[in-house]
């Protein structure tokens, strides 16, 4: 998830950045020079460090070496086997499927439920038989089991719905089936209710959550009772349940009075959740939603002006007053986006006003008047208030004004090409380039790619790679659109290109037969010598006990992080090597989304920096429980130096972002934050 991407519940956490990654996969090598003590006891000798570098190695450049996997998994090291074991998944070992299916009986649990994971990522349908019968053995396996199960969908739904008939199952193994029910469709309602009056708050939760993601009557029902349960996060998946689209008019006023109640809950989460259900029952919810403005807490007014715009008025006089009751940049942000969309227009936006936001001193005003912009009714107020930020000195601006040109959902926005899109291939700052390149890819033609060409020549000199991979899409989707008429010249100019050495530009390119002769270009490679530096730096304190942690000390307090070292090594040596260099000092949580994360790492502070590379995921079992760490993407292999906190459980991340650590200490920081806050410092032990 990187930048603004990530959007609640669904998308990315992020934006696309460069790609430094790199090859390998060979035999191992033998003789054990030097023993090193693990904290179970296990001695990881030079073999064993060579071992996990060849692995990493593979992972890395996601180039399946079966032997080195099988030799691995022979290994005496259990670290080593471990490792082999999670690889086949990273790396999308499907010709290793049935071992992996073999690994499940295997007699160290750690390789086993690695083994199940491994089929989870990998979607394996013929793996529901040996995943079925893995849910009655240990319990880390079993976890896996179902969490695989719940991967593959569809073809497992009878042993999903089977194993939860029975009585015996373990709560940890119950509580990951009842999320696996979420896969399925449609989920199995009936038969999840029961699980909501369970003793153990947990799996009333993991009920609660498939249950609450359905439109099923019953299940709406169950949601309405699910309101008065005793634990918050449970009252917060009722919350955001019990929205208008779910209720029918059948339901629809119990539901109000129900929201109502949980508006003033003492949870911020049920709160945050509450107000986001109550604008679906626009002016009926007013009164609720208003007092909501000036809640204790500052997201939940966040929240609120968010979706102002869906209870009140378009008159002056309540925008005003809503704007008076928080002073708050990020408060005032959300509303004035939501007076827009209503129809009302608030003082900031006015050239005339002595406090108007369009030309304010601080960038962030001036884009946040341009945002506001593409929330217009109208394309004359998307004129009106975007179209003076093109030509800003700031790119940041630029950007948010032609953002809101580019996705204004309107037929006008293509009368705006040459006028407004267009010279913009031309500008400063790679993400205008970026976004207009997409937003032109939608009606790529043959005529504009002579000017597309350009505008790539001018992306290599980017130290981030946006630029150049929207061009690409725009010279393939050119292709595929309108071949019949690309001249041979400029079919030529295409192909003369030179293959780009970015990873993520390659497999872009390649999408495409206009770029058929990057074929034979070779990616780059990294020496096995610079991962055996990782694994005795980052890999062999974490398995001696000594794993590193982070204090991320911010504006409001600190958070102590513990880092995932055996699980994401690579992740948590670039977090740690950014976070020695003095990359996250003074840096912003450039977006915070209430009750679900707090985003950080760009320096540029809209969501669109990084530093300069790229690294691989590497999923694990680790999952996105309450102040878990992931990296920010925009699809998969995108991270760089953007990372998230979860405010709350988000199932739906588990295996899709690396977890590569969790909050130990200092959620009441974390609770707190609010987008534009700034770190002060990252401390790594």
Same mark, same amino acid.
């Given at each position: 998830?990187?930048?603004?991407?990530?959007?609640?519940?669904?998308?990315?956490?992020?934006?696309?950045?460069?790609?430094?990654?790199?090859?390998?996969?060979?035999?191992?090598?033998?003789?054990?020079?030097?023993?090193?003590?693990?904290?179970?006891?296990?001695?990881?000798?030079?073999?064993?460090?060579?071992?996990?570098?060849?692995?990493?190695?593979?992972?890395?450049?996601?180039?399946?070496?079966?032997?080195?996997?099988?030799?691995?998994?022979?290994?005496?090291?259990? /670290?080593?086997?471990?490792?082999?074991?999670?690889?086949?998944?990273?790396?999308? #070992?499907?010709?290793?499927?049935?071992? &992996?299916?073999?690994?499940?009986?295997?007699?160290?649990?750690?390789?086993?439920?690695?083994?199940?994971?491994?089929?989870?990522?990998?979607?394996?349908t013929a793996s529901v038989p040996?995943?079925?019968?893995?849910?009655?053995?240990?319990?880390?396996?079993?976890?896996?089991?179902?969490?695989?199960?719940?991967?593959?969908?569809?073809?497992?739904?009878?042993?999903?719905?089977?194993?939860?008939?029975? &009585?015996?199952?373990?709560?940890?193994?119950?509580?990951?089936?009842?999320?696996?029910?979420?896969?399925?469709?449609?989920?199995?309602?009936?038969?999840?209710?029961?699980?909501?009056?369970?003793?153990?708050?947990?799996?009333?939760?993991?009920?609660?959550?498939?249950?609450?993601?359905?439109?099923?009557?019953?299940?709406?029902?169950?949601?309405?009772?699910?309101?008065?349960?005793?634990?918050?996060?449970?009252?917060?998946? +009722?919350?955001?349940?019990?929205?208008?689209?779910?209720?029918?008019?059948?339901?629809?006023?119990?539901?109000?009075?129900?929201?109502?109640?949980?508006?003033?809950?003492?949870?911020?989460?049920?709160?945050?959740?509450?107000?986001?259900?109550?604008?679906?029952?626009?002016?009926?919810?007013?009164?609720?939603?208003?007092?909501?403005?000036?809640?204790?807490?500052?997201?939940?007014?966040?929240?609120?002006?968010?979706?102002?715009?869906?209870?009140?008025?378009?008159?002056?006089?309540?925008?005003?007053?809503?704007?008076?009751?928080?002073?708050?940049?990020?408060?005032?942000?959300?509303?004035?986006?939501?007076?827009?969309?209503?129809?009302?227009?608030?003082?900031?936006?006015?050239?005339?006003?002595?406090?108007?936001?369009?030309?304010?001193?601080?960038?962030?005003?001036?884009?946040?008047?341009?945002?506001?912009?593409?929330?217009?009714?109208?394309?004359?107020?998307?004129?009106?208030?975007?179209?003076?930020?093109?030509?800003?000195?700031?790119?940041?601006?630029?950007?948010?004004?032609?953002?809101?040109?580019?996705?204004?959902?309107?037929? /006008?926005?293509?009368?705006?090409?040459?006028?407004?899109?267009?010279?913009?291939?031309?500008?400063?700052?790679?993400?205008?380039?970026?976004?207009?390149?997409?937003?032109?890819?939608?009606?790529?033609?043959?005529?504009?790619?002579? #000017?597309?060409? +350009?505008?790539?020549?001018?992306?290599?000199?980017?130290?981030?790679?946006?630029?150049?991979?929207?061009?690409?899409?725009?010279?393939?989707?050119?292709?595929?659109?309108?071949?019949?008429?690309?001249?041979? /010249?400029?079919?030529?100019?295409?192909?003369?290109?030179?293959?780009?050495?970015?990873?993520?530009?390659?497999?872009?390119?390649?999408?495409?037969?206009?770029?058929?002769?990057?074929?034979?270009?070779?990616?780059?490679?990294?020496?096995?010598?610079?991962?055996?530096?990782?694994?005795?730096?980052?890999?062999?304190p974490a398995l001696a006990g000594?794993?590193?942690?982070?204090?991320?000390?911010?504006?409001?307090?600190?958070?102590?992080?513990?880092?995932?070292?055996?699980?994401?090594?690579?992740?948590?040596?670039?977090?740690?090597?950014? &976070?020695?260099?003095?990359?996250?000092?003074?840096?912003?949580?450039?977006r915070v989304v209430p009750n679900?994360?707090?985003?950080?790492?760009?320096?540029?502070?809209?969501?669109?920096?990084?530093?300069?590379?790229?690294?691989?995921?590497?999923?694990?079992?680790?999952?996105?429980?309450?102040?878990?760490?992931?990296?920010?993407?925009?699809?998969?292999?995108?991270?760089?130096?953007?990372?998230?906190?979860?405010?709350?459980?988000?199932?739906?991340?588990?295996?899709?972002?690396?977890?590569?650590?969790?909050?130990?200490?200092?959620?009441?920081?974390?609770? &707190?934050?609010?987008?534009?806050?700034?770190?002060?410092?990252?401390?790594?032990?």
């Amino acid at each position: 998830m990187r930048g603004n991407t990530l959007s609640y519940g669904t998308r990315y956490l992020g934006r696309i950045q460069g790609i430094a990654l790199l090859v390998g996969g060979a035999m191992l090598v033998g003789g054990c020079a030097r023993l090193r003590p693990t904290a179970d006891g296990e001695l990881l000798g030079d073999d064993a460090v060579v071992a996990h570098a060849r692995l990493l190695q593979m992972a890395d450049t996601r180039a399946m070496d079966t032997l080195l996997v099988r030799q691995a998994l022979a290994a005496s090291t259990p /670290s080593v086997r471990a490792a082999a074991a999670l690889a086949i998944g990273q790396v999308s #070992g499907r010709t290793l499927n049935h071992l &992996a299916r073999s690994l499940l009986a295997d007699g160290d649990s750690a390789v086993a439920a690695n083994a199940a994971y491994s089929l989870g990522l990998l979607r394996d349908t013929a793996s529901v038989p040996a995943l079925t019968g893995a849910l009655g053995g240990r319990q880390s396996v079993a976890v896996e089991a179902a969490w695989a199960l719940g991967q593959i969908g569809a073809p497992s739904r009878a042993a999903i719905e089977d194993a939860l008939s029975k &009585a015996a199952l373990p709560e940890p193994v119950l509580a990951s089936l009842l999320l696996a029910t979420a896969k399925l469709r449609p989920v199995p309602v009936a038969q999840l209710i029961p699980f909501l009056r369970h003793s153990n708050a947990e799996i009333r939760w993991s009920a609660a959550y498939p249950v609450s993601r359905t439109l099923a009557p019953a299940g709406v029902r169950a949601m309405l009772d699910a309101a008065r349960d005793e634990s918050a996060p449970v009252r917060a998946l +009722a919350a955001r349940a019990l929205g208008r689209s779910a209720t029918g008019d059948s339901l629809a006023a119990e539901a109000l009075g129900a929201l109502d109640t949980l508006a003033r809950d003492s949870s911020a989460h049920v709160r945050i959740n509450a107000v986001r259900s109550l604008a679906s029952y626009g002016s009926a919810a007013t009164t609720a939603v208003v007092a909501l403005t000036a809640d204790r807490d500052a997201n939940v007014r966040i929240a609120t002006a968010q979706i102002l715009g869906t209870v009140l008025p378009p008159q002056r006089s309540v925008w005003i007053s809503a704007w008076n009751a928080d002073t708050a940049f990020m408060y005032r942000r959300s509303l004035l986006v939501s007076a827009v969309r209503a129809g009302a227009m608030l003082p900031a936006l006015s050239p005339a006003s002595a406090d108007g936001w369009a030309s304010h001193a601080d960038w962030r005003y001036r884009a946040a008047a341009a945002e506001a912009g593409g929330s217009a009714r109208s394309s004359s107020a998307l004129l009106e208030n975007a179209l003076p930020h093109v030509g800003d000195a700031d790119g940041r601006v630029r950007l948010a004004a032609y953002t809101a040109f580019a996705t204004y959902a309107d037929s /006008s926005r293509f009368a705006w090409r040459n006028q407004i899109l267009v010279p913009a291939l031309n500008d400063p700052d790679f993400y205008v380039r970026a976004t207009v390149l997409q937003a032109l890819g939608s009606r790529a033609s043959a005529a504009e790619t002579p #000017g597309i060409l +350009a505008s790539y020549q001018r992306a290599l000199a980017d130290s981030l790679n946006d630029a150049r991979i929207a061009a690409v899409r725009y010279l393939a989707a050119a292709w595929k659109r309108d071949s019949t008429n690309f001249p041979d /010249s400029v079919r030529a100019m295409v192909q003369a290109l030179k293959p780009s050495d970015d990873p993520l530009v390659r497999a872009e390119a390649l999408e495409s037969s206009i770029f058929s002769s990057w074929i034979a270009a070779p990616p780059g490679r990294r020496r096995l010598d610079w991962y055996q530096r990782k694994v005795r730096s980052v890999l062999l304190p974490a398995l001696a006990g000594r794993p590193l942690s982070a204090t991320i000390q911010t504006e409001r307090g600190a958070m102590t992080v513990e880092l995932f070292s055996i699980d994401a090594p690579l992740t948590v040596d670039n977090f740690a090597s950014l &976070a020695r260099a003095g990359y996250y000092r003074n840096v912003q949580f450039h977006r915070v989304v209430p009750n679900f994360v707090a985003q950080d790492g760009d320096p540029r502070g809209d969501g669109n920096g990084g530093p300069g590379y790229a690294i691989r995921d590497e999923l694990n079992r680790r999952r996105y429980g309450r102040g878990a760490v992931g990296m920010a993407l925009s699809g998969p292999d995108t991270g760089g130096s953007q990372y998230f906190i979860t405010h709350s459980p988000q199932p739906h991340l588990d295996g899709g972002y690396t977890v590569f650590g969790r909050i130990l200490d200092g959620f009441e920081v974390l609770d &707190a934050l609010v987008q534009g806050d700034r770190i002060l410092q990252v401390r790594i032990r």
